[in-house]
């Protein structure tokens, strides 16, 4: 028995279809895993520090980028 299928791009298939919604929600499911994760971490005593640390150098990389470019964005208008 031969089985032909329409090979069509994702962004073309219907919204509601079963295997993007199960995707959607497989996606939501890790991001809440990870999230109780990192909710957990705190009270282990390697974990913990680990996790602040990278918090702080986050928000340390966010607030450089923004500074380079709004410097970056700055000299290409003045010019």
């Given at each position: 028995?031969s089985v032909c299928?329409?090979?069509?791009?994702?962004?073309e298939?219907?919204p509601?279809?079963p295997?993007?919604?199960?995707?959607?929600?497989f996606?939501?499911a890790n991001?809440?895993?990870?999230?109780r994760?990192?909710?957990?971490?705190?009270a282990f005593?390697?974990?913990?520090?680990?996790?602040?640390?990278?918090?702080?150098?986050?928000?340390?990389?966010?607030?450089?980028l923004?500074?380079?470019t709004l410097?970056?964005?700055?000299?290409?208008?003045?010019v």
């Open positions: 028995m299928v329409a090979r069509v791009a994702r962004f298939w219907q509601n279809d295997e993007i919604v199960s995707d959607v929600l996606a939501i991001v809440l895993s990870i999230a994760t990192t909710y957990l971490m705190p005593e390697v974990l913990g520090p680990l996790q602040i640390s990278l918090g702080r150098m986050i928000g340390d990389i966010t607030r450089f923004v500074l380079f410097v970056r964005f700055h000299s290409f208008v003045s």
